[in-house]
Nanobody, 116 residues
Framework: QVQLVESGGGLVQPGESLTLSCAASGSPSIIYVMAWYRQAPGKQRELVARITNEEHTNYADSVKGRFTISRDFPKNMVLLQMNILKPEDTAVYYC??????????WGQGTQVTVSS
C-alpha cells in the first residue's frame, strides 16, 4: 500500500508559477511510475505528466514547455513545477503512483486556481 499527500496548490494570477509536491509513504519502494492528473469542473480527469523510476517523462500537449515533473527519490516525492499558468489550468490536481503491476494509488487532490 502507498499513501500520497499533495501540497502546494493555491490561487495565482495568469502568467505566474506554482510548484506542487506529492509525498509518498507506506511502501514507496513498490512505486514504478508517479504522475499528476487534473480534473476541472464538468470535465474528465486527464493526465498532466508522468515520470518513471528511470526518469522517463511524458506530458500532455497542453502543458509541454510550461510544466516540469521531477522525482526526489530520497524523500519519496514527486514535484510538478508549473510556469506561465493559464486560467484553463484551473483544476484539482491529483497525484498518482503505480506499482510494477499497474496498481494505482491516488492522493486526495489539491486545488489550483488561475485567475486575475
Amino acid at each position: 500500500q502507498v499513501q500520497l499527500v499533495e501540497s502546494g496548490g493555491g490561487l495565482v494570477q495568469p502568467g505566474e508559477s506554482l510548484t506542487l509536491s506529492c509525498a509518498a509513504s507506506g511502501s514507496p519502494s513498490i512505486i514504478y511510475v508517479m504522475a499528476w492528473y487534473r480534473q476541472a469542473p464538468g470535465k474528465q480527469r486527464e493526465l498532466v505528466a508522468r515520470i518513471t523510476n528511470e526518469e522517463h517523462t511524458n506530458y500532455a500537449d497542453s502543458v509541454k514547455g510550461r510544466f516540469t515533473i521531477s522525482r526526489d527519490f530520497p524523500k519519496n516525492m514527486v514535484l510538478l513545477q508549473m510556469n506561465i499558468l493559464k486560467p484553463e489550468d484551473t483544476a484539482v490536481y491529483y497525484c498518482k503512483a503505480e506499482n510494477f503491476y499497474g496498481t494505482g494509488y491516488w492522493g486526495q487532490g489539491t486545488q489550483v486556481t488561475v485567475s486575475s
